[in-house]
């Protein structure tokens, strides 16, 4: 069983700042790309930002220049860092990683549950 869980979401004004974080757990042998995800209501998911294995990101243009992600490989954590806030921001974060699970002797794409990123003007 992998496991990813969030925390760090809430209630902030336009222009202030929150920093997410995920942590992944259970049978990992080993994750490749770590990223976040966000889905506001009435639209599709869409990805915010990236890091790979070996370090390289993505980040939407949307949030490029405002948002940052770093990871933690030793504690398989990865945090997303978002600065300037704008109330278009507001919506579910998910975080994702394709993880190889030991347990089933494969690769797979998993998910943390989301948290609540509401940014009021």
């Known amino acids: 069983q992998v496991q990813l869980v969030e925390s760090g979401g809430g209630l902030v004004q336009a222009g202030g700042s929150l920093t997410l974080s995920c942590v992944a757990s259970?049978?990992?042998?080993?994750?490749?790309?770590q990223g976040w995800y966000r889905q506001a209501p009435g639209t599709q998911r869409e990805l915010v930002a990236q890091?790979?294995?070996?370090?390289?990101?993505d980040y939407a243009d949307s949030v490029k220049g405002r948002f940052a992600i770093s990871r933690d490989y030793a504690k398989n954590t990865v945090h997303l860092h978002m600065n300037s806030l704008k109330p278009e921001d507001t919506a579910v974060y998910y975080c994702?990683?394709?993880?190889?699970?030991?347990?089933?002797?494969?690769?797979?794409?998993?998910w943390g549950q989301g948290t609540q990123v509401t940014v009021s003007s």
């Open positions: 994702n990683g394709r993880i190889y699970n030991d347990m089933r002797g494969g690769w797979g794409e998993y």
């Open positions: 890091v790979t294995a070996g370090g390289s990101t």
């Open positions: 259970g049978s990992i042998f080993r994750i490749d790309a």
